[in-house]
């Protein structure tokens, strides 16, 4: 079974910044739209950003607007999140997940990467 694989999660200060990685355990799976997840401890997990690869089209939630931006490379089928400005808010587990066609559900995740914020 194809899953998604996350790196570069960690500790960082408040205000600093981590870049995510996102790549299906396949190199060959194909995806149409990538995105991010997260879900911080007693929290519902939430919507961060997404990537759709035919489109173009990018979108964040307006929690992250403006401090984190989701990119890609389609040719490696790798999705990042570049994250600035962290605050204590933002520390949370953060999953990938891809989905294969506009309207399906996110049925391919990660595991989830640890994100921790100090102040």
């Known amino acids: 079974q194809v899953h998604m694989v996350e790196s570069g999660g960690g500790l960082v200060q408040a205000g600093g910044s981590l870049r995510l990685s996102c790549a299906p355990s396949?190199?060959?799976?194909?995806?149409?739209?990538m995105g991010w997840f997260r879900q911080a401890p007693g929290k519902e997990r939430e919507f961060v950003a997404r990537?759709?690869?035919?489109?173009?089209?990018?979108y964040h939630a307006d929690s992250v607007k403006g401090r984190f931006t989701i990119s890609g490379d389609s040719a490696k089928n790798t999705a990042y999140l570049q994250m600035n400005s962290l605050n204590a808010e933002d520390a949370a587990v953060y999953y990938c997940?891809?989905?294969?066609?506009?309207?399906?559900?996110?049925?391919?995740w990660g595991q989830g990467t640890q994100v921790t914020v100090s102040s």
């Open positions: 997940a891809a989905k294969k066609s506009r309207y399906a559900a996110w049925d391919y």
């Open positions: 396949e190199r060959t799976f194909s995806t149409y739209s």
């Open positions: 990537i759709s690869w035919s489109t173009g089209i990018i």
